[in-house]
């Protein structure tokens, strides 16, 4: 059987096939709870780089320190 936990193969090779199904449960598991976070994280990360100048956020609602561009000329 593969190792697919983190554990070196001559530690792995010692631990009891009864212990291995369930590191591998637990470890199947937890990749599963990654996966499920992490559109919700990327949705967080990509509200964070909203602003006043790429949404149609007011210029209020910038975060302190933000410098805005010089306004377009006009055409």
Same mark, same amino acid.
């Given at each position: 059987?593969?190792? $697919?936990?983190? =554990? %070196?193969?001559?530690?792995?090779?010692?631990? $009891? #096939?009864?212990?291995?199904?369930?590191?591998?449960? +637990?470890?199947?598991? !937890?990749?599963?709870?990654?996966? /499920?976070?992490?559109? #919700?994280?990327?949705? !967080?990360?990509?509200? !964070?780089? !909203?602003?006043?100048?790429?949404?149609?956020?007011? $210029?209020?609602? /910038?975060? =302190? *320190? +933000?410098?805005? *561009? %010089? $306004?377009?000329?006009? *055409?």
């Amino acid at each position: 059987m593969l190792n $697919p936990a983190p =554990i %070196p193969d001559e530690v792995w090779d010692q631990v $009891p #096939p009864e212990a291995r199904v369930v590191i591998q449960q +637990f470890i199947a598991m !937890l990749e599963a709870q990654v996966r /499920d976070h992490q559109a #919700p994280i990327e949705d !967080l990360e990509s509200r !964070l780089k !909203l602003n006043s100048t790429n949404s149609s956020k007011p $210029p209020s609602s /910038d975060p =302190i *320190g +933000f410098k805005r *561009g %010089p $306004p377009a000329p006009a *055409g």
